[in-house]
T-cell receptor, first 109, second 119 residues
Framework: DAKTTQPPSMDCAEGRAANLPCNHS???????VYWYRQIHSQGPQYIIH???NNETNEMASLIITEDRKSSTLILPHATLRDTAVYYC??????????FGDGTTLTVKP | GAVVSQHPSWVICKSGTSVKIECRSL??????MFWYRQFPKQSLMLMAT?????????EQGVEKDKFLINHASLTLSTLTVTSAHPEDSSFYIC???????????????FGEGSRLTVL
């Protein structure tokens, strides 16, 4: 399964967009990129996933570069409750995943 | 939508006892499930792959006799921490992917986690 690299931490002002980058340069052609977030003492919460097209749902947007080697998760209007650790993973087809250290996003008032 | 559920969500036990944690896939079948361990302020670390009807596959450095995994049905995998010690205190998380049939979404689901504290 492909490794991912994310910045360790980011700050964002409440109400502004939070853009969280992820590098996955060893991703294979049929592997999806998944984003999860984890709030203290809880299991990872699914946010969004994509293969090569940009995706949007009620939580976020996912922008994947044309070469698929990196992606950006966008939280359009960050709130204090979005403060969490965000993980970008590229699981195998069976679902096996290697987690990096993720990005700790702190949304500030 | 499909969900993965863990039980118990937290457990406290005495050193030397064994503890069983269940991971269930709700409304989808999972031939493969995954178990992770997470220590405070660290990321999730894959422990093992649970395979329905066959032996689990353990990651390097994870003791198979210490962490017994049983995947007896397509919706249930169990992790038993045998002869638990304080250093086994951790947050244990399972996951499964919904690959089933035409309705399979391919989505990867994680359980809520089980916090084990060994006294």
């Amino acid at each position: 399964d492909a490794k991912t690299t994310q910045p360790p931490s980011m700050d964002c002002a409440e109400g502004r967009a939070a853009n969280l980058p992820c590098n996955h340069s060893t991703i294979s052609g049929n592997e999806y990129v998944y984003w999860y977030r984890q709030i203290h003492s809880q299991g990872p919460q699914y946010i969004i996933h994509g293969l090569k097209n940009n995706e949007t749902n009620e939580m976020a947007s996912l922008i994947i570069t044309e070469d698929r080697k990196s992606s950006t998760l966008i939280l359009p209007h960050a709130t204090l409750r979005d403060t969490a650790v965000y993980y970008c993973i590229v699981p195998t087809n069976a679902g096996k995943s290697t987690f990096g250290d993720g990005t700790t996003l702190t949304v500030k008032p | 939508g499909a969900v993965v559920s863990q039980h118990p969500s937290w457990v406290i036990c005495k050193s030397g006892t064994s503890v069983k944690i269940e991971c269930r896939s709700l409304d989808f079948q999972a031939t493969t499930m995954f178990w992770y361990r997470q220590f405070p302020k660290q990321s999730l670390m894959l422990m093992a792959t649970s395979n329905e009807g066959s032996k689990a596959t353990y990651e390097q450095g994870v003791e198979k006799d210490k962490f017994l995994i049983n995947h007896a049905s397509l919706t249930l995998s169990t992790l038993t921490v045998t002869s638990a010690h304080p250093e086994d205190s951790s947050f244990y998380i399972c996951s499964a992917r919904d690959l089933g049939g035409l309705a399979g979404t391919g989505e990867l689901f994680f359980g809520e986690g089980s916090r084990l504290t060994v006294l």
